[in-house]
């Protein structure tokens, strides 16, 4: 018998927070449905060279071909509002991409930002998908914000009231995604269309699983809450997070000689940056904490929380500059500070890893959880107030201060009570236990039988059958 199988396109907008994602799925696609895969990434506007070898580092194993598509050149913009002009602009090169690749897909999975690309599946008769590549709570919220955006008077964050959606946990205004802040901005109606656009595809795929977040899902599914909306198949395929294994530096020496579950990892994401009055204030609460940690330091910088997607390029004296003096030679023996960028997961799934103090992105919270490590919520753009709460108010996985929120600097007492919360006291204990049956939950979702494991078949399956339909199945 013939056997033929589907070829899927998978789009990544630029930045290391989509790009990871996106990889993983593409590395399932490949290993457990058996399909051919093709991701065409955005070029960010970062080096190219840093572009080439973090990518050459991520695709390990090789399982399909990478193709970049062009950088477009976006300044002065903010960061959502650059996404998607870039992947507006990326559309002909794509067009170009996709139909000089050879056999030709005949599926498109494009991220948040690459709906726009929806027109050219149709042109070419492919099926189209997204990959919300973070929670149900956030797909929830994005799917009726044009509602919201009906309904709502005035600035979100200014609400007395929680934004309430059908079926779901009510989003405080306080916490609302970045794109909320300010409705006279572009990047606001980027997301309105977006948001918009995401039910016109054929299923959203979604880095989550059903023991997460289960009356989310069931309300994005229930036609008389959100299913209203979106009257497509939603699949919950997640976590998709990466593993990596055998790696030997200095760092991974020292880890190997502090006591099992001892280390607090600090990190905020590929994008974040904190001020310089926050990275003094940071730097002296760990030490208050006589904790052990590993800190991932970027130049502080005023400009914004999310600064680092735009400035890459700075010595390691720059890095390192903005500590406090003499806080590097004090803590020599019970902490190190990687400049700008650390094997994360490796890190993470270090034994000697007892806490992370994290932005709340939603790949480093996957890996966290899948990791066993309880967190310490330090939200800072994006969706990642929602996540914070999330993590804190439903999963019990993680402590977060009551005063980020409102403070725009938080003090090094606070820092050093919260690092102490999770990595010494009873409240530590309780969260690791909780975090540890999530991690067993998520194994067992992407398991043999598992729920993501079956979500992913059910996707494969309605590909197939479409496909077959159309007769669009690539012959070997
Ligand atoms: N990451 C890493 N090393 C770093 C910082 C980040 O490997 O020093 C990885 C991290 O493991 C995660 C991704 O970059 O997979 C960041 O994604 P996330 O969604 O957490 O945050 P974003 O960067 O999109 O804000």
Same mark, same amino acid.
């Given at each position: 018998?013939?056997?033929?199988?589907?070829?899927?396109?998978?789009?990544?907008?630029?930045?290391?927070?989509?790009?990871?994602?996106?990889?993983?799925?593409?590395?399932?696609?490949?290993?457990?449905?058996?399909?051919?895969?093709?991701?065409?990434?955005?070029?960010?506007?970062?080096?190219?060279?840093?572009?080439?070898?973090?990518?050459?580092?991520?695709?390990?194993?090789?399982?399909?071909?990478?193709?970049?598509?062009?950088?477009?050149?976006?300044?002065?913009?903010?960061?959502?509002?650059?996404?998607?002009?870039?992947?507006?602009?990326?559309?002909?090169?794509?067009?170009?991409?996709?139909?000089?690749?050879?056999?030709?897909?005949?599926?498109?999975?494009?991220?948040?930002?690459?709906?726009?690309?929806?027109?050219?599946?149709?042109?070419?008769?492919?099926?189209?998908?997204?990959?919300?590549?973070?929670?149900?709570?956030?797909?929830?919220?994005?799917i009726?914000?044009?509602?919201?955006?009906?309904?709502?008077?005035?600035?979100?964050?200014?609400?007395?009231?929680?934004?309430?959606?059908?079926?779901?946990?009510?989003?405080?205004?306080?916490?609302?995604?970045?794109?909320?802040?300010?409705?006279?901005?572009?990047?606001?109606?980027?997301?309105?269309?977006?948001?918009?656009?995401?039910p016109?595809?054929?299923?959203i795929?979604?880095?989550?699983?059903?023991?997460?977040?289960?009356?989310?899902?069931?309300?994005l599914?229930?036609? +008389?809450?959100l299913g209203?909306v979106a009257k497509i198949?939603v699949? &919950?395929? $997640?976590? @998709? *997070? !990466? #593993?990596? =294994?055998?790696?030997?530096?200095?760092?991974?020496?020292?880890?190997?000689?502090?006591?099992?579950?001892?280390?607090?990892?600090?990190?905020?994401?590929?994008?974040?940056?904190?001020?310089?009055?926050?990275?003094?204030?940071?730097?002296?609460?760990?030490?208050?904490?006589?904790?052990?940690?590993?800190?991932?330091?970027?130049?502080?910088?005023?400009?914004?929380?999310?600064?680092?997607?735009?400035? +890459?390029?700075?010595?390691?004296?720059?890095?390192?500059?903005?500590? &406090?003096? $003499?806080? @590097? *030679? !004090? #803590?020599? =023996?019970?902490?190190?500070?990687?400049?700008?960028?650390?094997?994360?997961?490796?890190?993470?799934?270090?034994?000697?890893?007892?806490?992370?103090?994290?932005?709340?992105?939603?790949?480093?919270?996957?890996?966290?959880?899948?990791?066993?490590?309880?967190?310490?919520?330090?939200?800072?753009?994006?969706?990642?107030?929602?996540?914070?709460?999330?993590?804190?108010?439903?999963?019990?996985?993680?402590?977060?201060?009551?005063?980020?929120?409102?403070?725009?600097?938080?003090?090094?007492?606070?820092?050093?009570?919260?690092?102490?919360?999770?990595?010494?006291?009873?409240?530590?204990?309780?969260?690791?236990?909780?975090?540890?049956?999530?991690?067993?939950?998520?194994?067992?979702?992407?398991?043999?039988?598992?729920?993501?494991?079956?979500?992913?078949?059910?996707?494969?399956?309605?590909?197939?059958?479409?496909?077959?339909?159309?007769?669009?199945?690539?012959?070997?």
């Amino acid at each position: 018998m013939e056997i033929s199988k589907p070829h899927a396109a998978l789009l990544s907008s630029p930045g290391m927070g989509h790009l990871i994602p996106v990889l993983e799925l593409g590395k399932s696609l490949v290993t457990h449905s058996n399909f051919t895969v093709t991701v065409f990434v955005v070029a960010s506007h970062k080096s190219p060279a840093e572009s080439n070898h973090l990518l050459d580092s991520l695709m390990r194993p090789k399982l399909f071909d990478i193709v970049q598509l062009p950088p477009i050149d976006i300044s002065g913009l903010v960061f959502i509002t650059q996404l998607a002009i870039m992947m507006r602009e990326v559309r002909p090169a794509l067009r170009s991409a996709i139909s000089a690749t050879k056999p030709r897909p005949t599926v498109l999975i494009v991220d948040l930002f690459g709906t726009e690309s929806f027109h050219l599946a149709d042109e070419l008769d492919m099926l189209k998908y997204v990959y919300v590549p973070t929670s149900a709570w956030f797909l929830a919220l994005t799917i009726h914000v044009p509602f919201l955006d009906k309904e709502v008077k005035g600035e979100y964050n200014n609400q007395i009231e929680p934004l309430r959606i059908p079926g779901c946990k009510a989003v405080r205004p306080e916490d609302v995604v970045h794109p909320m802040l300010d409705r006279t901005n572009q990047q606001y109606f980027e997301y309105v269309r977006l948001a918009s656009e995401m039910p016109m595809s054929d299923g959203i795929l979604l880095n989550t699983w059903e023991d997460l977040e289960p009356s989310t899902l069931a309300a994005l599914r229930d036609e +008389s809450l959100l299913g209203r909306v979106a009257k497509i198949p939603v699949y &919950p395929v $997640g976590p @998709l *997070t !990466r #593993t990596i =294994s055998g790696l030997r530096s200095e760092l991974f020496d020292w880890l190997d000689n502090q006591p099992s579950e001892s280390v607090i990892f600090v990190s905020f994401g590929s994008g974040g940056t904190l001020s310089y009055e926050q990275m003094t204030e940071l730097a002296l609460g760990l030490e208050l904490s006589q904790q052990r940690f590993i800190w991932v330091v970027r130049p502080a910088t005023t400009e914004a929380v999310d600064a680092a997607f735009f400035n +890459s390029a700075s010595s390691d004296d720059d890095r390192l500059t903005c500590l &406090p003096e $003499g806080f @590097l *030679t !004090r #803590t020599k =023996s019970v902490g190190v500070v990687v400049p700008m960028w650390a094997p994360q997961v490796a890190v993470l799934m270090h034994p000697s890893i007892g806490g992370f103090l994290t932005h709340c992105g939603w790949n480093s919270t996957l890996e966290s959880i899948t990791n066993g490590v309880p967190m310490i919520a330090w939200p800072l753009y994006a969706e990642q107030r929602m996540n914070a709460a999330l993590l804190t108010e439903e999963l019990g996985v993680a402590v977060y201060s009551k005063v980020l929120p409102k403070k725009k600097v938080m003090g090094r007492e606070e820092i050093e009570k919260m690092v102490r919360r999770v990595m010494e006291d009873k409240e530590g204990h309780a969260l690791r236990t909780r975090v540890k049956e999530l991690k067993h939950s998520a194994e067992k979702a992407l398991s043999n039988g598992g729920s993501s494991y079956n979500a992913l078949r059910d996707w494969h399956s309605n590909v197939r059958f479409t496909c077959d339909a159309k007769k669009c199945l690539q012959k070997p």
